[in-house]
């Protein structure tokens, strides 16, 4: 856009209500609805810290999502995962935004399982806000969890809280809160080829969010997904390409107002 300070003037008050938003990643998930919490992939540094636990290999994953297709609303994330015979380590990068308003979150995280049927993940952010030179930056510290458990073969229950601790930035005039988002969900995998996620959100400060995807393979390296949300009404669609040690994901959605977002992310696998 050529003058950022007109896009900052127009969303204003859309950050005042949700800044500092905790973005999901992976364009599987966002095809998906973004019905990622009990979603089993190399994203959960994003979407659920437990299921990294269930992880093999290690990976370094990128993704772009081009919000409603404006540049300056772009949010960018890599991450880096090691599964390791005491559990996986995850490092993950998030950044949102453009010069004159930019967020950014740093994760470190670290998952297990508990038992045979049940994982959980810790992850601990450092989250950063930059406006310009004039008002400067400031970083918070909060942390994340996760759980996921099996209670029926191929079913997953997901279980996530984001800053339960409330932290939140503040300034000389206001309070600006960090969300406290909790999110629980399940996926089930019908059978080899298809699965379908369900997932219910609420922040605390905002209304209850239900979210539904699907996805289905029709062959080893083409799987085909959509996926459904509201709050505010959202359809998304995608697929998935899967090389062995390379898988990519693009996919889009759609809001009723301000028009559509495209996904992408590309994954290595070692």
Same mark, same amino acid.
């Given at each position: ?119 959980? $993940?810790?992850? %601990?952010?450092?989250? #950063?806000?930059?406006?310009?030179? *004039? ?5 918070? &510290? !909060? ?96 697929? $998935?390409?899967? %090389?062995?040690?390379? #898988?990519?994901?693009?996919?889009? *959605? ?5 028009? &559509? !977002? ?9």
């Amino acid at each position: 856009m050529k003058n950022p300070l007109v896009l900052l003037f127009l969303l204003l008050p859309i950050h005042l209500l949700a800044s500092n938003e905790n973005h999901l990643a992976g364009a599987r998930s966002h095809s998906m609805g973004n019905a990622s919490v009990a979603l089993i992939d190399q994203w959960g540094t994003f979407n659920n810290q437990a299921v990294l636990a269930k992880l093999e290999h290690i990976s370094i994953g990128a993704y772009y999502e081009n919000r409603f297709e404006t540049k300056d609303l772009s949010t960018k994330t890599l991450h880096f995962n090691y599964p390791s015979k005491i559990g996986t380590f995850s490092l993950s990068y998030k950044q949102f935004g453009f010069d004159l308003y930019k967020e950014s979150k740093i994760g470190f995280a670290y998952s297990r399982a508990l038992g045979k049927h049940f994982w959980a $993940g810790l992850q %601990f952010d450092q989250i #950063k806000k930059e406006l310009n030179q *004039s008002y400067g930056s400031q970083s918070q &510290y !909060t942390f994340e969890i996760g759980i996921l458990a099996e209670i029926l073969t191929d079913i997953y229950l997901g279980f996530h809280v984001f800053n339960p601790s409330q932290t939140n930035f503040t300034t000389f005039d206001y309070e600006d809160k960090i969300p406290c988002i909790a999110r629980f969900g399940l996926s089930w995998k019908l059978s080899e080829q298809a699965i379908i996620t369900s997932e219910i959100e609420k922040d605390l400060d905002q209304e209850m969010k239900t979210k539904f995807g699907m996805e289905y393979t029709i062959t080893d390296k083409i799987s085909l997904r959509a996926g459904v949300h509201n709050h505010p009404n959202s359809i998304s669609m995608g697929v $998935g390409f899967s %090389f062995e040690m390379v #898988k990519a994901n693009v996919s889009f *959605s759609r809001h009723p107002v301000l028009g &559509y !977002t495209p996904a992408a992310d590309l994954m290595i696998s070692f």
